[in-house]
């Protein structure tokens, strides 16, 4: 019977959302999480932590009075101390914090996500793209208390990056079960990477309050109206290059993390990698043999 009547109330939700003006929604939530009247800000990150249970003692600002708006709170920076050393071993790391939704092998230049739909590469990355085929996917749901941040997981040059248009829908379990193709329809900002011997692209996909998302090195991507991030990247010596484990984008807010990576002839995941596991930031995923 409860079952049952969950399953009602996530249809109901969902068609909520495909009712709402979700564009709108974000844009109000842009506005409000960068007000920074003192009195405002901290009710609003008060109200957040007490509903999100969040401890600030594994953040680099541990008072309320060091954020400036709650967007500034939303994207805080953690303090990496509170998570596992990068050890030498070539093993592909978690770029965030968060639960695993989803990972499997890439076939026919497709994946099955909850057991239930299946993506097209082509359709995810909006343009034809055959690098994945033989790889695998891992996808990681960041909930509103995780870190917002996105850290790379493996030694890479950045070679390119594109934001897709697209709807804001809830990225919210229920919603990644029950809506079909959610992933191909959200916007979203593909970040292509190029590591030693294999490609990797992270997705980051953004969801209803989810309207920002910026890269570190090159500011905000979406939205459009705030763009301060070109394409083209190239022409300045290393300024791509990352070395694992180092911050790369940030969500402002929770959404969801699809990483993409090509054929690895000899490559396993790690014993801690089930659908429901919670996942931090530095945790191995693939060992590299």
């Not at 994207?75 to 093993?91: A, G, M, P, W």
């Not at 960041?142 to 934001?163: F, G, Q, T, W």
């Not at 984008?249 to 993409?260: E, H, K, P, R, Y």
Request: with cysteine.
């Amino acid at each position: 019977m409860k079952k049952n009547i969950k399953l009602i109330l996530n249809e109901f939700k969902i068609t909520l959302f495909c009712l709402m003006p979700l564009h709108l929604i974000s844009k109000i939530t842009f506005s409000l999480s960068r007000l920074e009247n003192s009195f405002i800000k901290n009710l609003l990150i008060k109200s957040y932590m007490a509903f999100f249970k969040i401890d600030l003692r594994q953040y680099k600002k541990k008072s309320i009075s060091d954020y400036d708006n709650l967007n500034d709170f939303f994207i805080r920076e953690l303090d990496l101390n509170f998570r596992k050393n990068i050890s030498d071993e070539k093993n592909i790391i978690s770029p965030c914090d968060g639960t695993i939704s989803g990972f499997g092998e890439i076939n026919d230049n497709t994946f099955i996500h909850a057991k239930r739909h299946k993506y097209n590469i082509d359709e995810l990355l909006d343009e034809k793209n055959d690098s994945f085929s033989n790889g695998k996917f891992i996808n990681i749901y960041l909930e509103p208390a995780d870190c917002h941040r996105i850290y790379i997981p493996y030694d890479s040059n950045l070679l390119n990056m594109k934001h897709i248009s697209g709807s804001l829908y809830s990225v919210a379990p229920y919603a990644s079960f029950g809506i079909k193709q959610l992933y191909s329809k959200n916007e979203r900002v593909v970040l292509n990477f190029k590591c030693e011997s294999f490609l990797m692209t992270i997705i980051m996909i953004g969801a209803v309050n989810v309207g920002c998302i910026s890269l570190t090195r090159h500011g905000i991507v979406m939205p459009a109206k705030y763009k301060t991030s070109s394409k083209n990247i190239s022409g300045i010596e290393n300024y791509n290059n990352y070395k694992k484990g180092e911050e790369v984008a940030m969500f402002n807010l929770g959404s969801t993390v699809i990483v993409l990576i090509g054929e690895i002839k000899k490559s396993q995941w790690c014993d801690n990698i089930n659908v429901g596991q919670k996942i931090l930031i530095r945790d191995d995923i693939l060992k590299i043999n």
